[in-house]
DNA sequence: GACTCAGATCTGTCATATCATAAAATGAGA
DNA sequence: TCTCATTTTATGATATGACAGATCTGAGTC
């Protein structure tokens, strides 16, 4: 965890600072977050932390409402599902460039980081996700468009945020979902590549929606209403909640 | 040119001004903007302009630099590339959930929309940019995906302001050339859905090229610096500029 | 217990002021 | 006319404070 280097702005300091917090789950879904209370933790005015907040939002992890508060996003089922339809597009294209513009060293390196996802996917829960993140990345960056690899990296910032929350999967997902998904791209069929990708994604969409569910009526109970005391800790107990 | 009703907040007040202002051609590309001016026009304080200006930074129509200012943003042959990749990705997912889910009206108007495309596209080329924002619009909102239609959206937004410049085009473009393609996308068949769109994105993709190429050159020239008197208009007269 | 309602507290919005830096304007020297 | 260093002006970044509105708290009521 260190400073990335000189931040140069205390908005972007306070960015990384609140983005790393919610992607490790520090933030919890839902969770009230206050401008001033960090910008005091910072030694800051609360003006670049608002800037930083208000970026935060346009990229989907927090939701506000004018006087109310900010608080990290709780995802509804049309979210998920419109998260995972534009993701499916990007990631398919970026699979069909990979498939036909990718170097041997890029095809290489997939096939490892592939066979090391798989790897963990059954033992280490923790390096899971950024070993996950850092495959597509490459499956992104293989494919020559810096603007396509952004567009991908957004998305799935957002939906790691959704993976910070109990694991309940262990669902036996097959032990080479990830290596013959490679497999393919590095073949070289654009067409087969891209259609790989697509089941991939869906696959991964049907899981998220699983985990998901009891998040779902969360949102429900909260409502339009930005709870800033434990209120919300009582909802969580109210609610039907097979939260575990 | 109405008020978008009550905007209930100065700063998305000012979005929609500066944001119509460019996209009407009001503001050149490479122009410096200034917070105080627009503030002062608005009769509100920078702070709330420079959130909206922020905005239009995430959403690509604007670039800054720390204390240099910020200006309309001159796309490079990469930025053209990257967006049009990224758009045909979007916009080839669209059209295969149009296909396959869309109903019969959808069907119906989208024709009527093509027919209006194509005619007005060698007359009245005032009308054509709307009129085909339209089209690709419906397109998505008939797939049913309310978070694709508005990354869709985005992305026309940002190449808008790459037509408001010189139109030397006329280039002899197929008289149905969007009547073709909706005649596909109504059929109903997703694969070759995809493929008619993926092949309508790409010839957009050429023809921005060519209407942009002068441009690429001012962004050169302009480099890294923000001009904020006329110099940049000497600058524009020095250059090869076959602008028109 | 549940419900209401007035104050206290917190929130985001916005205005104003200051500061360091980038670009412009100026002017002396070739 | 050109170049280069200087000053001047303009810009974005940030701090601070005021304000309206949302939420919270708690006493009072049933």
Redesign the pocket.
Same mark, same amino acid.
Request: hydrophobic share 40%; charged share 30%.
């Given at each position: 965890m260190k400073e990335t280097a000189m931040p140069s702005? %205390? #908005?972007s300091e306070a960015y990384e600072f609140v983005k790393q917090r919610i992607l490790r789950g520090n933030f919890t879904m839902g969770q009230?977050?206050? @401008? @001033?209370?960090i910008?005091a933790e910072l030694g800051? /005015?609360? %003006?670049?932390v /608002?800037?930083a %907040?208000l970026r935060l939002e346009f990229e989907g992890l927090l939701e /506000?409402?004018? @006087? #109310?508060?900010?608080r990290v996003r709780i995802p509804s089922p049309e979210d998920v599902r419109g998260h995972y339809i534009v993701r499916e597009a990007l990631e398919v294209q970026a699979s069909m460039l990979f498939a036909a513009v990718a170097t041997e060293e890029d095809r290489i390196e997939l096939h490892a980081l592939a066979a090391r996802v798989d790897a963990m996917s059954a033992t280490n829960q923790s390096l899971y996700l950024p070993a996950h993140e850092k495959l597509h990345r490459r499956i992104a960056e293989g494919a020559r468009c810096p603007a396509l690899s952004l567009a991908i990296e957004k998305t799935h910032a957002l939906a790691s945020t959704w993976f910070c929350v109990a694991r309940p999967h262990s669902d036996e997902s097959p032990p080479r979902r990830h290596s013959d998904l490679v497999d393919i791209l590095v073949a070289g069929d654009p067409v087969k590549a891209a259609e790989a990708m697509r089941e991939h994604v869906r696959r991964g969409m049907e899981n998220t929606m699983k985990r998901l569910k009891p998040y779902f009526q969360i949102r429900k109970a909260y409502g339009?209403?930005?709870? @800033? /005391?434990e209120?919300r800790d009582k909802l969580r107990i109210i609610l039907p909640s097979a939260l575990n």
């Open positions: 702005s %205390l #908005a009230v977050i206050s @401008r @001033r209370k910008a800051m /005015s609360f %003006l670049p /608002s800037e %907040l /506000s409402r004018p @006087r #109310a508060g900010t339009k209403t930005f709870f @800033r /005391s209120k």
